[in-house]
């Protein structure tokens, strides 16, 4: 059973610009979360997404925003980067919602904004 | 505020010794506890969880973590260290409300195993 899928893994952008990333995850599962980890901060959430609505919200500005699509996936777009921007970028899937437990994650997307 | 402590980001022990890391958490109602690893350039792994029931709770690679309630403290052991449980090891916790719940990350502490 294939594992939750990001692409891109790596990707360097200038200040200004705008960015996509992808999530596939584990078939049959309907949540998808999104984190930001940083040496500084850790793990911090982004949103989940659930049979595409968005169910959980962290405390991220309005340039970060996602979407999920009918078969599950998901996406995430940060617009007008910042230097701070730069992380790696995690997709966790999970059966139900988040709320019920084990997380499956990615190996992310490492994000550089130069 | 509701919160998850790591305390130490790194921590060293010898091969064959025991491993102690430690967490703790902040909320007044019992939270669903886990642990979960990160290898170099990869994403995060369950290790174990705790969610209702027995306390003391197994998980993979010989790594167990007990959930005392009056501590508010979910450590994570390992009898004996071996060489490839050197990885990045989170604790987490699923913080619920009415109607809405927050999964929370501590910083993270970084286990290095010395031969």
């Known amino acids: 059973k294939a594992g939750v899928t990001q692409t891109p893994r790596y990707l360097i952008k200038t200040r200004g610009q705008q960015v996509t990333l992808s999530c596939s995850p584990i078939s049959g599962h309907r949540s998808v979360s999104w984190y930001q980890q940083t040496p500084g901060q850790g793990l911090q959430f982004l949103f989940e997404?659930?049979?595409?609505?968005?169910?959980n919200k962290g405390n991220f500005p309005g340039r970060f925003s996602g979407r999920q699509f009918s078969n599950s996936r998901s996406e995430m777009n940060v617009s007008t980067l910042e230097l701070g921007d730069s992380a790696l970028y995690l997709c966790?899937?999970?059966?139900?919602?988040?709320?019920?437990?084990?997380?499956?994650f990615g190996e992310g997307s490492r994000l550089t904004v130069l | 505020a509701q919160s998850v402590t790591q305390l130490g980001s790194h921590v060293s022990v010898s091969e064959g010794a025991l491993v102690l890391l430690r967490c703790n958490y902040s909320s007044s109602v019992p939270p669903y506890l886990f642990w979960y690893v990160q290898y170099p350039n990869q994403g995060l792994q369950l290790l174990l969880k705790?969610?209702?029931?027995?306390?003391l709770v197994k998980g993979i690679n010989g790594f167990e973590a007990e959930f005392k309630k009056s501590e508010t403290s979910f450590h994570l052991t390992k009898p004996s260290a071996h060489m490839s449980d050197a990885a990045e090891y989170f604790c987490?916790?699923?913080?619920f409300g009415t109607g809405t719940y927050k999964y929370i990350f501590g910083t993270g502490t970084r286990l290095k195993v010395l031969a």
């Open positions: 997404y659930f049979s595409e609505t968005q169910r």
């Open positions: 987490a916790v699923i913080l």
């Open positions: 966790a899937s999970t059966l139900g919602q988040a709320s019920t437990g084990e997380l499956f």
């Open positions: 705790y969610t209702t029931g027995a306390t």
